[in-house]
């Protein structure tokens, strides 16, 4: 045994020692579930309260349950923790949030990690679409109520997402009462913003209501260039077709504009430049946009019985495409790099349904749950793209100058294919209990899957299907009202249409994961708390070799602890902390393997906020990371980054707040890539004020 699990099992269990030191009795668990109904179906928004945490969530559980009952790592990131942050995207959440890793680059360009893997979907009411960095597709914030977070594989309700689990925004709702909000901020580089937020009942008794934000952000910071501006329309409707039928419409639009900056190459020595550094290594023309148009609807109904039917549908088209270059090797000894041009056209388009239906039911003196259910996914991807491994030699003091040229015109494309993924599958969870104390947990997937994959190049199609069953089970068990132990196995099988050198289809990435830890819950739910071990097992994950082929890696093996520490403390003290360690190891090795070379060992994150009296609410975070070691040989240093906040009611219905990132100026790389790109320096002291007013 390694001398991680032999701490890491130490630190669990010694932690029970303190499980007689309870704070107040956990009523909302013992009240949320009974034979007439999940309570927590109803749950109220997060924006109607100012607390830090929520009672339930669904990600990972398909129906609504609280963490402690859910044998995975789930937090759940509430409105009042978004605004205190005042973050507009989901990586600025996911920086202050334990256990993930954001890799930056533009807002909406960067990625999100948790447990050694990128997230490479977001779901919005448990409904799935592709997310990836390079297309800037991560989802601005402005019209979710909330976010789900749990790490680690959930292929029982999500067969098409990564090993590191699944993200789930709740959007906005239409509102029993009229209620608006509009903000307007300003900041340091240039930092804009302005939006509105109103909802309405639409007819007089209340059973229409709609919802409409407008939001805009961006900045244009002048010692980088590096230019952004971001832009959400989103409006809701919702309709109570009887007492217990609602049917829910909304409509998405997400939309930016940036200029590319891939961060700083090396210096002649292979070494990171030194900082403060705000060269910009690319032509003054380079060019993304993206846009995007989502539509949902959603048929939800109580049954008398206490069950509950949910019909959800989520449609979605993407666009991406970008035309710039970007430095692909180190500064030469004569102060020069070799610059490399990349462009690309992309469409994307995804429609998901999903049926279920949940039922609580007396079993054995104690209530227990089942939810069964069938979905569908067709995922589509038109790509076509431009990239070249050999570039021109520039010096460094030219770089601007480089005139313009449209690189598809010049170059043509060097792929272009279309890629259509269909995936149909059948679920099913039962949640038994026993004993009152004692829940056991069981469920399993059939997947069927037919890829089709169309060469536009050379007129090629190539078409394959698979198909598969996976299981899913665990167990919580009450030590007593505070704590609980759980442990959970988790499958992913997820079908690849990479194609290797020979042209072979690589075989399926497969995964597993061990969970085990301690959950606990103290003053009425209002603080939660969890310590948690895991192992993944993963094999066949896609890698691309120096002739860049597609080739699949061995099998790898993640394994770490985190903890964390969510809620209120007392009724002025909020706080959000946790810690993270992570070792990864490659135990059966193939042609091409690489370690995960962007996730440090060490990771720490504190966020706390404390209403000093009626007016003054104060926040202060911290965030640092142990050493980021890479691939090229250019490590970047720990770090630690210092984040404030300051907050005034001038009335109840007018606010003012003061945002101030990096407080202590701390020189930093936050990300390190290879010899030309992806060193890219840690966003420097920067301040943002908003003015909010509340109708």
């Known amino acids: 045994m390694s001398r991680y699990p032999k701490f890491a099992f130490t630190t669990l269990f010694s932690c029970m020692a303190f499980s007689s030191f309870s704070w107040a009795e956990n009523q909302i668990r013992l009240s949320t579930l009974s034979v007439e109904g999940n309570q927590l179906y109803q749950e109220a928004a997060s924006e109607e309260s100012e607390s830090y945490t929520m009672d339930g969530a669904t990600v990972g559980s398909k129906t609504p349950a609280t963490l402690r009952d859910i044998p995975q790592s789930v937090s759940v990131v509430a409105h009042q923790s978004i605004e205190d942050q005042n973050a507009d995207t989901l990586e600025e959440i996911a920086e202050n949030t334990p ?83 509009s903000e307007v901020s300003l900041g340091t580089n240039k930092q804009y913003e302005a939006g509105l937020d109103i909802g309405s009942p639409l007819n007089e008794d209340g059973r229409i209501r709609g919802r409409l934000v407008i939001n805009g952000f961006g900045e244009t910071p002048e010692e980088t260039g590096k230019a952004e501006h971001h832009e959400t329309v989103y409006a809701a409707f919702d309709v109570d077709l009887d007492n217990n039928t609602t049917l829910g419409l909304g409509f998405l639009h997400q939309e930016r504009d940036l200029t590319p900056n891939n961060g700083l190459p090396l210096d002649s020595e292979g070494n990171l430049l030194s900082l403060p550094n705000h060269d910009y290594y690319a032509p003054s023309w380079n060019r993304f946009n993206m846009q995007s148009d989502d539509l949902f609807a959603d048929l939800s109904h109580y049954f008398t019985n206490g069950g509950y039917g949910k019909v959800g549908i989520r449609y979605r088209e993407n666009s991406s495409d970008w035309n710039y270059m970007y430095a692909g090797s180190a500064i030469s000894p004569t102060d020069s790099v070799i610059m490399l041009p990349y462009a690309s056209d992309v469409a994307q388009k995804a429609f998901v349904a999903d049926a279920s239906y949940s039922q609580p039911f007396d079993f054995m003196g104690s209530i227990s749950e089942f939810v069964f259910g069938a979905d569908y996914k067709r995922f589509e991807d038109d790509r076509r793209e431009y990239k070249s491994r050999t570039g021109t030699s520039v010096s460094v003091s030219n770089l601007s100058n480089i005139a313009y040229y449209d690189i598809f015109s010049a170059n043509g494309s060097s792929s272009y294919s279309n890629v259509e993924r269909e995936e149909t599958g059948l679920y099913g969870k039962i949640t038994l209990r026993p004993v009152s104390n004692l829940a056991l947990i069981a469920g399993a997937r059939a997947s069927q899957w037919d890829i089709t994959t169309i060469n536009k190049r050379t007129n090629s199609t190539t078409t394959r299907s698979d198909d598969k069953a996976i299981w899913y089970g665990g167990a919580v068990y009450d030590l007593d009202d ?132 009626e007016t003054v609410n104060m926040g202060l975070g911290l965030n640092t990371l142990s050493k980021i070691e890479n691939d090229s040989g250019a490590d970047a240093s720990a770090y630690k980054v210092v984040n404030a906040m300051m907050s005034y009611q001038f009335t109840p219905e007018l606010s003012a707040q003061l945002n101030i990132d990096n407080l202590l100026n701390e020189r930093y790389y936050a990300r390190v890539g290879d010899s030309g790109q992806f060193n890219i320096p840690g966003a420097e002291r920067s301040a943002k004020a908003t003015i909010r007013y509340q109708f």
């Open 99 to 181: 256990g993930l890793r954001m890799l930056p680059n533009e807002r909406g360009r960067s990625s999100v990690i948790a447990r050694g893997y990128k997230y490479s979907e977001y779901n919005v009411d448990g409904l799935p679409a592709q997310m990836e960095s390079r297309l800037g597709t991560m989802p601005n914030l402005a019209a979710f109520d909330r976010i789900e977070i749990m790490r680690g594989p959930s292929g029982l309700f999500d067969a098409s997402g990564e090993m590191g689990g699944i993200i789930n925004l709740i959007r906005k709702r239409g509102t029993d009462e009229f209620q608006g909000k």
């Open 482 to 613: 505070s704590y609980s132990l759980y442990a959970s196995v988790s499958e992913l099988y997820i079908p690849q249409e990479y194609v290797d050198g020979n042209g072979e289809v690589l075989d399926p990435r497969e995964g597993k994961q061990v969970e085990l830890g301690i959950k606990s819950s103290y003053l009425n739910d209002a603080l939660q708390a969890r310590i948690s071990l895991y192992q993944i097992d993963d094999k066949n994950a896609w890698g691309v070799n120096s002739s860049r082929e597609f080739i699949a890696t061995g099998k790898r093996r993640m394994q770490g602890a985190e903890v964390e520490v969510i809620g209120q403390i007392t009724k002025d003290f909020k706080v959000i902390a946790g810690y993270s360690y992570i070792d990864t190891d490659i135990i059966e090795e193939s042609s091409y393997d690489v370690l995960i070379s962007y996730m440090p060992e060490h990771m720490f994150n504190l966020w706390g906020s404390y209403q000093v009296n």
